[in-house]
């Protein structure tokens, strides 16, 4: 069974920083792309980053380019979301999810809710 | 970008309904739907345009034609009242639709 666990999520002021963490579980991590997905309270979904199975291939959303990074490590079967200079609009809940074939995301974790406020 | 409509729908158990999704360039049919209800994750329902997911039941379709995509309901039960999404991963960045509130009339 694939299982994805988001974890790192708290109250942060603006301009701090937080590192979020993803470990997942069922599936051959490092076959697969991986993907944050963030949603602010009430609103719709925003594709934040992507990592390639090897990690060298990454791609960022305009809005956070320059302020997050995307990684994993494959032998702990966990990727990793750094985030810094946060804005109060980074508050969403971010989920981390699996990508397949072409780039669906089959499975979703649960999601941590990041809030940026002072 | 994608644009998704109607953003809201209202409907009654056992209608047929229609979500569009309208790309402003050609996806090569690389989109997805995804239903997500209050309070949880996304679920995939459909990739590549039409084809289902395992596990999710066969009222639910996708089409495309150009780079129009619909996602159809057919025969809507209770549990479908939630959320959907598109979501076209053709090319970087990943972009998702709206998203359309399916809600009980």
């Known amino acids: 069974e694939v299982k994805l666990l988001e974890s790192g999520g708290a109250l942060v002021q603006p301009g701090g920083s937080l590192r979020l963490s993803c470990e997942a579980s069922?599936?051959?991590?490092?076959?697969?792309?991986m993907t944050w997905v963030r949603q602010a309270p009430g609103k719709g979904l925003q594709w934040v980053s992507s990592i390639s199975g090897s990690g060298a291939t990454i791609y960022y959303a305009d809005s956070v380019k320059g302020r997050f990074t995307i990684s994993r490590d494959n032998s702990l079967n966990t990727q990793y979301l750094q985030m810094n200079s946060l804005r109060v609009d980074d508050t969403a809940i971010y989920y981390c999810?699996?990508?397949?074939?072409?780039?669906?995301?089959?499975?979703w974790g649960q999601g941590t809710l990041v809030t940026v406020s002072s | 970008q994608l644009t998704q409509s109607p953003s809201t729908l209202s409907a009654s158990v056992g209608d047929r309904v229609t979500i569009s999704c309208r790309a402003t360039?050609?996806?090569?049919?690389?989109l997805a739907w995804y239903q997500q209800k209050p309070g949880q994750a996304p679920k995939l329902l459909i990739y590549a345009a039409s084809t289902l997911e395992r596990g999710v039941p066969s009222r639910f379709s996708g089409s495309r034609s150009g780079t129009e995509y619909t996602l159809t309901i057919n025969g809507l039960q209770p549990e479908d009242f939630a959320t959907y999404y598109c979501h076209q991963y053709s090319t970087y960045p990943y972009t998702f639709g709206q998203g359309t509130v399916l809600e009980i009339k």
């Open positions: 999810a699996k990508g397949a074939g072409r780039g669906q995301l089959d499975y």
């Open positions: 360039q050609g996806l090569s049919g690389w």
């Open positions: 069922g599936f051959t991590f490092g076959g697969d792309v």
